[in-house]
């Protein structure tokens, strides 16, 4: 009997974790949507919040810059400080974020930190435990955590932003580690990884103070200390924020010309004049649009054509089939194909070019391992060569890349470019050839045999 009663208590334990398991993933998905950021932010204004450190402070001096006279932006000019999470102050300064939050609506934050974080701990043994040990990465690791699921739960939509190269060695290798913990963190609760350690650095992955800005001009970026940003180096760091948020912006957009994306009033401001027209409906059929507008689905009443636009009516045909019947005659079937009206917003969302602020289309897949257990797919789309043809697909295994990168095959140089390191650089003419242009000299013509004494030379008869 003891042996049944733990064979239920651990059947009871799997099902509880199978019944949680859910709940939890929900949790962290919810109030994001199909786009990172709502497409309905309160008043239409999307209110921007920076948190963090020093370098925060510089990311928001560049972003004010760069996208403060956006009109669906409202960005916040002082900074959320968060310096550390390391240390004991970081408990209060999390917890005032969080009743922050309660009170203020923020929409996006952008999120800086880590320089003063490059330091040991202190563990329950006693000991210090260096950057990057598992003591150390334990405990960054769930801080970490602790500050992202605060801002989850707030609905907001955050961009993480990574520690750039540093002059120092050992501070180089310090950032490199927290930029790990900070990538998988992001990935695993879902928000933004903004990689700002190969912006600024050279072409062999090293520390550079300068670098192209914005503009491209070479520009000082870095200031004395190796760590902080010049003014030109805060914009371009702001840069790689701007260009992930513009494009979630613009999905968002998108999203909202969805119809049936929101509820009846945020509809009403998408399209005035269909609201306008639902609210001039009286009687039964108000009645039937009010129930309907309850279950996401508001019944509008017929456009006049001047308002439709370019939509497209429904329209029914019919056709004939003969088929043979039971008893072997032939029988004429009618069959009516029904199709419905298109709205002129579902076929401009359809036949809309793809904008340059839209993420390009998907490429071949690579993968590649990681700490944790944890798979990162990269993406490598081929340039169109404009021919307007498609080439045709080859397979994965055979693709330049692949050979090269993954399997490690040196690539066959071509003539003349180079890598070719062949002997004579360029081709000379044969000997056979050179010779029959130019006849030999007198001196090296082969003389007749001189015949041999006693012997006749005559041909026998």
């Given at each position: 009997m003891r042996w049944r009663s733990g064979l239920v208590v651990a059947l009871l334990s799997v099902l509880a974790a199978l019944v949680g398991a859910p709940t939890s993933v929900r949790a962290q998905d919810e109030g994001l949507g199909a786009s990172y950021v709502t497409p309905f932010p309160t008043g239409d204004v999307y209110q921007v919040a920076v948190i963090g450190d020093w370098l925060a402070e510089g990311v928001l001096d560049g972003l004010v810059e760069l996208m403060g006279g956006d009109a669906r932006l409202?960005?916040?000019?002082?900074?959320?400080?968060?310096?550390?999470?390391?240390?004991?102050?970081?408990?209060?300064?999390?917890?005032?974020?969080?009743?922050?939050?309660?009170?203020?609506?923020?929409?996006?934050?952008?999120?800086?930190?880590?320089?003063?974080?490059?330091?040991s701990i202190r563990t329950q043994s006693g000991k210090r435990a260096p950057v990057g040990s598992d003591e150390w990465k334990g405990t960054y690791v769930a801080r970490v955590d602790k500050l992202m699921k605060v801002l989850k739960q707030a609905s907001v939509a955050v961009y993480w932003v990574g520690l750039p190269v540093m002059r120092r060695a050992d501070a180089n290798e310090d950032a490199q580690v927290q930029n790990e913990v900070f990538r998988e963190r992001a990935y695993l609760n879902g928000i933004k990884f903004i990689d700002s350690f190969a912006g600024f650095a050279d072409e062999q992955g090293g520390y550079s103070a300068h670098g192209p800005d914005v503009t491209g001009k070479q520009r000082l970026l870095r200031d004395d200390d190796g760590i902080?940003?010049?003014?030109?180096?805060?914009?371009?760091?702001?840069?790689?924020?701007?260009?992930?948020?513009?494009?979630?912006?613009?999905?968002?957009?998108?999203?909202?010309?969805?119809?049936?994306?929101?509820?009846?009033?945020?509809?009403?401001?998408?399209?005035?004049?269909?609201?306008?027209?639902?609210?001039?409906?009286?009687?039964?059929?108000?009645?039937?649009?009010?129930?309907?507008?309850?279950?996401g689905a508001a019944v509008v009443p017929a456009v006049p054509p001047a308002a439709a636009g370019s939509e497209q009516k429904a329209?029914?045909?019919?056709?004939?089939?003969?088929?043979?019947?039971?008893?072997?005659?032939?029988?004429?079937?009618?069959?009516?194909?029904?199709?419905?009206?298109?709205?002129?917003?579902?076929?401009?969302?359809?036949?809309?070019?793809?904008?340059?602020?839209?993420?390009?289309?998907?490429?071949?897949?690579?993968?590649?391992?990681?700490?944790?257990?944890?798979?990162?797919?990269?993406?490598?789309?081929?340039?169109?060569?404009?021919?307007?043809?498609?080439?045709?697909?080859?397979?994965?295994?055979?693709?330049?890349?692949?050979?090269?990168?993954?399997?490690?095959?040196?690539?066959?140089?071509?003539?003349?470019?180079?890598?070719?390191?062949?002997?004579?650089?360029?081709?000379?003419?044969?000997?056979?050839?050179?010779?029959?242009?130019?006849?030999?000299?007198?001196?090296?013509?082969?003389?007749?045999?001189?015949?041999?004494?006693?012997?006749?030379?005559?041909?026998?008869?």
């Open positions: 409202q960005i916040q000019r002082r900074r959320w400080p968060l310096m550390t999470l390391l240390r004991s102050e970081h408990v209060e300064d999390i917890r005032e974020i969080e009743q922050r939050l309660k009170k203020e609506t923020v929409n996006v934050a952008v999120v800086m930190l880590g320089v003063q974080d490059r330091t902080h940003f010049t003014e030109a180096g805060n914009r371009k760091l702001a840069y790689f924020v701007e260009r992930e948020l513009s494009r979630d912006l613009t999905q968002a957009r998108n999203e909202r010309s969805v119809p049936l994306a929101g509820s009846e009033s945020e509809q009403a401001r998408i399209n005035p004049a269909k609201a306008a027209a639902t609210q001039g409906v009286r009687g039964p059929q108000a009645a039937d649009a009010g129930k309907a507008g309850q279950w329209e029914n045909s019919r056709i004939a089939l003969k088929t043979i019947g039971a008893g072997g005659r032939e029988e004429v079937l009618n069959i009516e194909i029904v199709r419905p009206a298109i709205p002129a917003s579902i076929i401009a969302h359809v036949a809309r070019r793809e904008s340059p602020d839209k993420p390009s289309a998907m490429g071949d897949q690579i993968a590649d391992q990681i700490s944790s257990g944890l798979t990162v797919l990269s993406s490598i789309t081929p340039a169109s060569d404009g021919g307007g043809l498609a080439k045709a697909k080859m397979s994965p295994a055979q693709t330049p890349y692949f050979r090269v990168l993954v399997k490690g095959e040196r690539p066959a140089p071509r003539k003349g470019r180079a890598d070719d390191h062949s002997w004579p650089r360029f081709e000379e003419p044969a000997p056979a050839a050179a010779g029959a242009a130019e006849p030999p000299p007198a001196s090296a013509v082969t003389p007749p045999p001189r015949p041999q004494s006693g012997r006749s030379t005559r041909p026998r008869g």
